[in-house]
């Protein structure tokens, strides 16, 4: 079965600066989907960031960023230029080609210091 | 378009009774999904529609649990002889199957239950 590890359950950073989120999976198949998803305290989760596994590019949406390490089976991702609005939970999550639920994370809280 | 929307948005009822919630999805999406998340962790699968026909549940989802998506729009999910443990926020997410979105789930903004 397919996992999903964020082994750190918050972070913190000052405004402007560049953080980093971690998330490790395992799996067995080798077409698959990573994503990165935003929820705000009390608000709705929103998709931040994608790679399809086939990709070697790694992903980029404007201060978002992602380092997609396939054989080592790693996801990070690099918030630059942090913003008092990133403050959220933040999850990884993996789709595989075969099924179509997402597998999530714990879940990585990211404070914003002003 | 308005996005998923759940309702209702927030449920308290007491231990043993019956709810049901609602969710509509993006009009054109004809994937849906129900997810359960409880305080402080990731969201959990229960159960996946794609148009009327329900291809996938999660043995979370117990006897007490139903989900029903009758006309490959809205989707119903309906917990009897509710239990303490059932307290959660119940999320409700909907796909396209092709286009720029294809395997993006958009969620809605989720339905607390509260089980006394």
């Known amino acids: 079965a397919q996992t999903v590890t964020q082994s750190q359950p918050e972070m913190s950073v000052q405004e402007a600066e560049t953080v980093t989120l971690s998330c490790t999976y395992d799996t067995s198949e080798s077409d698959y989907y990573l994503f990165w998803y935003k929820q705000p305290p009390s608000r709705q989760m929103i998709l931040v960031i994608r790679?399809?596994?086939?990709k070697q590019q790694n992903a980029t949406e404007n201060r978002f960023s992602v380092n997609f390490q396939k054989a080592a089976k790693s996801f990070s991702l690099k918030i630059s230029d942090s913003q008092l609005g990133d403050a959220a939970m933040y999850f990884c999550a993996y789709n595989g080609d075969s099924n179509y639920q997402l597998i999530w994370g714990a879940g990585t809280k990211l404070i914003i210091k002003p | 378009d308005t996005g998923v929307s759940q309702d209702p948005r927030h449920k308290i009822t007491k231990r043993g009774q019956n709810v049901t919630f609602r969710c509509d999805p993006i009009s054109e999406h004809n994937r849906l999904y129900w997810y359960r998340q409880t305080l402080g962790q990731g969201p959990e699968f229960l159960t996946y529609?794609?148009?009327?026909?329900?291809?996938?549940k999660s043995r979370l989802l117990s006897d007490r649990f139903s989900a029903e998506r009758p006309k490959g729009s809205f989707s119903t999910l309906e917990i009897q002889r509710t239990e303490q443990g059932d307290s959660a926020m119940y999320l409700c997410?909907?796909?396209?199957?092709?286009?720029?979105?294809?395997?993006?789930?958009?969620f809605g903004p989720g339905t607390r239950l509260t089980v006394l």
């Open positions: 790679q399809e596994a086939y």
């Open positions: 529609f794609q148009n009327e026909a329900q291809l996938e």
């Open positions: 997410a909907s796909s396209p199957t092709s286009g720029r979105d294809y395997n993006e789930q958009f």
